[in-house]
């Protein structure tokens, strides 16, 4: 069962990024993340998964027994002004951004068979520009 979710980000270009996910039912502890940021779904990526962190923060367990895991991730503020530069010619400095993004795990913990990526959440990742710099 792949439990896909659209989920909507926005980041202000001038901070870090981090954002803590919950996922119910799946103990990620061994799982493997990526998060790409694109200029549109199935378009040039411009923020690559290896600009982010990806940390298991803690797995629980509920009362009627399912795992929870808490999984960050995060980018230092030094990851967003380049989509700026590199898209001066569409989105002057200070401009909101409305970039796409999605979150993959290698594998879903406890799937049986080949093991497959597959996509926990996709949407819109939205670039934020700041009046504090």
Known sequence: MTPTRAYDLSQYINDDFKYVFAFIGFDMTAAT???????????????????FDYSVLEVATDDAGFAISQVEVFAPK???PTVYADNAE????????????????????????????????????????????
């Open 90 to 133: 569409d989105y002057p400095t200070g401009a909101h951004v409305p970039l796409y993004y999605d979150l993959k795990v290698s594998s879903l913990p406890g799937d049986v068979g080949t093991p497959a990526e597959t996509t926990l959440l996709y949407g819109q990742f939205i670039l934020k520009g700041t009046v504090n710099d």
């Open 78 to 80: 030094a990851t967003f």
């Open 33 to 51: 993340f990526s998060l790409a940021v694109a200029l549109y779904p199935g378009g040039p990526v411009l923020i690559d998964a290896d600009a």
